[in-house]
């Protein structure tokens, strides 16, 4: 990075915490949330049911259609060979046995692909979806081992994936930096996310380390971790005339489809991208090189083009978690509140994202020390470009902070939730803002009843058989996101039925059962009279599944939007009305119509209103407001995560046998699916403490292991009974009352197992996976 890079960085610094201190300072009444959503005191409509997933009969009867399974008269199938080099070029390739082998249509590379701009780096422009700073085979540069350099096109699947095993390809190979001490050695940049740099200090926490009664300072290590979704990443596309259509498995279409008509040099409305069905995504099924090639392949064949990536290609072209190594050092004083918290350490990244792994973001909230530390420092290699995967920064930086808070409770001789409930901030310990609702306590207290926590003993002492038995707790968190960007169009027609359209996303969370529950109580109709659709760049919104904000960011949209309906429904009303007088913040919906929030007997239903004004529907599409509640007030959610594991004397083998995970989430819209989405995510992080790790070869910057043969994840007999609970108290400044649960699942898992592991054997590990090598 350079020097003026720096300056940019520190400026851009400077100007969000100032612009954040404004909108801190305002009065509540400006700030959205700050009048609840009247749908919070709603304790009798649908919200708050366990309503199975909308889509589930589709699913188990095999007629949703994800997006490999589009079939396209003329198609053609694509297989992708990758690079063997981490740095250099190519001097030549030879496609000749390849294109001569029967079915093969053509073969691309830089040689003859068409001339394509870069993708534009995501957080460039809101819409801006690139994944790496790098052209798309337009040159022969290699960056990466596993870098797409020909695309065959065939008749079958079969015939393209034989072909592209007979290209030659020769290269002269550049000096690569794939050793993680080697790029540390070449100089680190501050990280930098979501526009902030990641240094921290506040106080003076080397001083009151040296000075401090109890202390620890250790290192953590965290490994690569691959995106593993159960659907490999497909598309299907075609050019129709100018126009390009694809069928994605995405999870932010309106990006996907501003960005690929930057790459093609089109207007946004030529391109028209769907993901009805997609099948898991954790922040990997962005765009990336395999729907440019796709594109591009398509337009240089003249034919409709499926590339679904092998397990394989998903491990080459599609970035993952990146390794970090955290240290975290903590001091607290004979009472064991914290003096000082210092979390710093280095993650790597390609020199062409921007994604350093934030792990410190939990240090900035969860606890209040006297004095702070906290610090991304970013080497880089020639890599893959990492990327977002579920609670990217938490998840690892969560192993780190709670595994040395375990360690503190140690040495102070202090139960570990004691220790942490002593630490509770009474504000942000960064900014300062109040929280706008906090329920950690309750969910220790109650996740430690239902657990047995006072049963647990000291380390090593339970044994059954060969089994030790231990225990352990950590702190789990995520922070409440909404991004710019929303918007929601709303049909409602004279015979009381509403189309909600947003170009959302429903990866398997449930997204469309659970806002048509909301759309429904908002609207005062019943489920059945409610339409969500999604997962179309042609409806309206800029709306990112990631960051478990995407119910937070459809609810302020179809807020907005419902606003702008009732407005236009009290004047099709008119003085005739029941309503006539009332303003629109004045009503809602009820009994499939609209009614004063004072009195439910002034009531018109949407039938008359309509009926009278002799309209068949009413269209309005509106625009969230801007998500300043998040600078204004301090937003998380927590949990208490606690596990049981048994760990063999004579084998090492570690099984996790209990775990209850108590969240404090704000309202819980459908509990059967929130309850999945937290079973999701803590089984997520089993596999980060016990198994997940890319093996990367730091010899030739390869990954070794890019199957799920050798990429091991929990299976059924990995996992236990998982039991999950919730405080459901609303957050007063969140759409709905509810904050994100997609997850918070994962954080702190990997601490709770660590934490158990050291209580049954007395042996920390505090480098990930906790293989049976680590504790024998």
């Not at 949330?33 to 304790?43: F, K, M, N, Y």
């Not at 990280?191 to 109890?214: R, S, Y």
């Not at 059967?672 to 997520?684: D, E, H, L, V």
């Not at 198994?691 to 910057?701: C, L």
Request: proline share 6%.
């Amino acid at each position: 990075m350079s020097v003026l890079d720096d300056i940019k960085n520190t400026a851009q610094g400077v100007a969000n915490a100032a612009m954040a201190k404004a909108i801190q300072l305002a009065p509540d009444s400006w700030i959205p949330g700050g009048v609840p959503d009247p749908l919070i005191r709603e304790q009798h409509g649908h919200i708050g049911k366990a309503v199975s997933r909308l889509d589930g009969p589709m699913k188990v009867r095999g007629e949703a259609p994800y997006a490999a399974e589009f079939p396209i008269d003329g198609m053609v199938y694509a297989a992708v060979a990758f690079s063997t080099i981490a740095r250099g070029r190519i001097t030549s390739i030879d496609t000749t046995a390849a294109e001569a082998v029967p079915e093969v249509v053509l073969v691309m590379t830089h040689l003859n692909a068409p001339r394509m701009n870069k993708v534009p780096l995501f957080m460039s422009n809101p819409k801006a979806a690139g994944g790496a700073d790098l052209p798309i085979m337009q040159d022969p540069e290699v960056h990466w081992n596993g870098q797409p350099i020909a695309v065959v096109l065939a008749d079958t699947q079969e015939a393209a994936d034989h072909a592209k095993t007979l290209i030659r390809i020769d290269y002269e190979q550049d000096e690569a930096v794939t050793s993680f001490q080697v790029a540390k050695a070449k100089g680190t940049d501050v990280g930098v996310f979501m526009g902030n740099p990641l240094d921290i200090t506040i106080g003076k926490p080397d001083e009151a380390l040296a000075e401090a009664v109890h202390k620890v300072d250790n290192l953590y290590v965290t490994p690569r971790h691959s995106h593993n979704s159960i659907e490999l990443h497909a598309c299907a596309v075609a050019w129709q005339g100018d126009t390009l259509r694809v069928h994605d498995a995405s999870q932010l279409v309106a990006h996907t489809a501003w960005s690929l008509a930057q790459v093609f040099g089109i207007e946004e409305a030529q391109v028209h991208v769907t993901s009805p069905f997609v099948g898991g995504g954790f922040g990997g099924k962005c765009l990336w090189d395999h729907q440019v090639l796709a594109a591009a392949a398509s337009k240089l064949a003249g034919r409709p083009v499926r590339l679904m990536l092998s397990r394989e290609g998903v491990y080459r072209i599609v970035g993952g978690r990146t390794s970090t190594e955290q240290r975290v050092a903590l001091a607290a004083d004979a009472d064991g509140r914290l003096k000082a918290l210092l979390h710093t350490g280095t993650v790597v990244m390609s020199p062409h994202n921007q994604m350093p792994e934030p792990f410190i973001l939990p240090a900035m909230s969860v606890y209040g020390p006297e004095s702070l530390r906290l610090k991304v420092e970013v080497a880089y290699q020639d890599m893959l470009a990492n990327t977002f995967m579920r609670a990217p920064g938490e998840a690892v930086g969560t192993f780190a902070l709670e595994s040395a808070m375990d360690e503190l409770a140690e040495a102070i001789g202090m139960d570990p939730i004691e220790l942490r409930l002593k630490n509770e901030p009474e504000k942000d310990p960064v900014t300062g803002a109040p929280f706008s609702s906090r329920e950690v306590e309750k969910a220790f207290r109650d996740g430690a009843e239902r657990f047995g926590w006072a049963d647990r003993g000291r380390p090593g002492s339970r044994i059954e058989g060969e089994w030790l038995i231990g225990t352990g707790v950590a702190t789990a968190t995520y922070p409440y996101y909404r991004m710019p960007g929303g918007a929601a169009r709303i049909t409602l027609s004279r015979r009381g039925h509403a189309t909600i359209e947003v170009a959302a996303h429903d990866m398997g969370m449930g997204t469309a059962t659970a806002q048509t529950q909301v759309a429904a109580d908002r609207l005062g109709l019943d489920m059945g009279q409610v339409d969500f659709r999604y997962g179309d760049s042609f409806m309206p919104g800029t709306v990112l599944a990631g960051g478990s904000q995407q119910t937070a960011a459809i609810g302020a949209a179809v807020i907005a939007a419902h606003r702008k309906l009732v407005g236009e429904l009290l004047q099709l009303a008119g003085n005739d009305s029941p309503l006539a007088g009332l303003k629109a913040e004045e009503v809602g919906g009820l009994r499939s119509g609209l009614a004063s929030l004072e009195d439910a007997d002034r009531h018109e239903s949407y039938a008359s209103i309509l009926a009278r004004a002799q309209r068949d529907e009413l269209v309005v599409e509106a625009e969230a407001s801007q998500p300043l509640e998040t600078q204004h007030w301090s937003m998380h959610s927590h949990g208490a995560m606690f596990c049981e594991v048994r760990v063999n004397q004579v084998t090492g083998e570690i099984r996790v046998s209990r775990f209850l995970g108590s969240f404090d989430c704000g309202r819980i819209l459908n509990p059967k699916t929130a309850a999945s989405q937290f079973r999701g995510g803590i089984i997520m992080g089993l596999g980060l403490a016990l198994m997940e790790e890319t093996q990367f070869d730091e010899r030739t910057g390869r990954i070794m292991n890019p199957s799920l043969a050798e990429y091991h994840v929990p299976v059924h007999m990995d996992v236990p009974d998982i039991e999950v609970m919730w405080t459901d108290v609303p957050d007063p400044h969140t759409p709905m009352g509810a904050r994100g649960v997609g997850e918070i699942g994962i954080t702190g898992v990997g601490a709770a197992v660590a934490n158990a592991v050291y209580n049954a054997t007395g042996k920390r590990v505090r480098d990930l996976p906790i293989t049976l090598d680590k504790v024998l």
